[in-house]
Structures are given as structure tokens and as C-alpha cells.
């Protein structure tokens, strides 16, 4: 048996990337993984691979999310994981960025985690129990020129997430950030990371001399959504390869 054996686990922005990889690990842990996604041809095909149940949900929509948990409930009867996975960035210097991508990045990084938080604590808080994971970045902790707006969200992030610990320790429900640093995924390269000397220089900045991959983050993920991390509340873990250290 895993360690997260006949645990429920949503994951957000799973049809591709790190959420991929998050509920790979996870359905592999025993978890029934309920993998959503925009996309929703992605997250069923995710979901396809793990023997889960994918669902289209759009962070940005509080009518989606709520739509999207209220059916996970109703089919499973509880829910003891949340993972928000979900992320998008436009890279360019603030000067030159346009007010609509602004909204775009805080919708889906920072409205994105109220949505889902507003409508899974509730439940977890009646449980007694629940684990609450979320993606932020490095670049919300230390900064990263060309995604000021980015940087802004994921802060916002990390800030939300030891707030929530504080507020639902009484219930016995725990969260926590993980911060990625440069990862190999699909996003990354649209970002400019499939520049041969982008990557060589990003590369030659970290300690291990390796870009991430989502499997790395999903062991961090699978730990704290694991009841081995019960007593990990309200703290920020950076999984970078030594690019950042606290």
C-alpha cells in the first residue's frame, strides 16, 4: 500500500507538465486521483494512464471549481487532497507587458487558488482532515526578471498558503507551498526554455547542473500530501536543484 492509499486527490492543470507528473505519483501512492484540467482532452487522457477520473475545470471560473468539487463529493464522499497545479506566465520585461496578461497571470496562479481553496476547505474542515498543496515558484520568494506580475502572484501564493495553515490547523488540515524552479515541460520551452543557450546558461546556474522534472516536484508533492507530513504545516519548499537556498 502507498502512502496515500484510499486518499482522494484533486490536481489541478494536470492534463500536462508538473500536474502530469503530480498525479502520476499520486494515483501511484494509492491515491484515486481526480485529474482536471482546461483542456479537457488532456486531463482525461491523464486520467486514462492512472486509472482516474478526469474533468474539465477552469480555475479562473469559481462557478466551474465549485461545479467540479461538488461532483467529486457527491461521487466520493470526501476529499483529502488538493493540489493546485494549475499556472500560466507570459515572459517579458513589466515595462513592456500589456494590463490584460496581468489579469490573465493573476487569475489563473492567484484567483485560481482561492477558487479551488473556497470551495475544498469547507469539507476538509468537516472531515477533520485534508492536505492542501500548492505550486508557487521561486520567482515568488527571490523575484524573476521578465515575470514581475508572475513573481507578484506566487508571492501572493505563499503569503495565502501560511495563512490558511494558521486558520485550519484547528481542523487538522495542513498546507503547504512547493516552489519549482526551472522545470522541463511544455510551458518552460514556450517560454523560451528550447533555446539551446538559454538552457546551457540556466543549466550551468544550478548546483545539480540539471533543469527539473516533473517528477521531482511530485515526490515533494506526494510527501506533504502524505500523512508522514501531518505535522508540516504553513512552510514554503523550494525544489531547484540548489538555484535557490533559504
Known sequence: MGKLYMKVAIVTGAGQGIGRGIAEKLAAEGATVVVTDVNEVTAKETAATIDGVGLHADV????????????????????????????????????????????????????????????????????????????????????????????????GVIAFTKAIAREMARHQVNANAVCPGPTDTALFAS??????????????????????????????????????ASYVTGQTVSVSGGLTMS
Open 60 to 155: 479562473t471560473s469559481r462557478e466551474s471549481i465549485e461545479a467540479m468539487v461538488a461532483q467529486v463529493h457527491r461521487q466520493f464522499g470526501r476529499i483529502d487532497v488538493l493540489v493546485n497545479n494549475a499556472g500560466w506566465d507570459k515572459a517579458s520585461p513589466f515595462v513592456d507587458s500589456e494590463p490584460a496578461d496581468w489579469d490573465r497571470v493573476i487569475a489563473i496562479n492567484l484567483y485560481g487558488v482561492l477558487h479551488t481553496c473556497k470551495a475544498v476547505l469547507p469539507i476538509m474542515a468537516a472531515q477533520g482532515s485534508g492536505s492542501v498543496v500548492n505550486l508557487a515558484s521561486d520567482a515568488g520568494r527571490v523575484g524573476s526578471s521578465g515575470e514581475a506580475v508572475y513573481s507578484a502572484a506566487k508571492g
Open 191 to 228: 517560454m523560451g526554455g528550447d533555446n539551446p543557450k538559454l538552457r546551457e546558461a540556466l543549466t550551468k546556474a544550478i548546483p545539480l547542473r540539471r533543469l527539473a522534472q516533473p517528477a521531482d516536484l511530485a515526490n515533494v508533492v506526494a510527501f506533504l500530501a502524505s500523512d508522514e
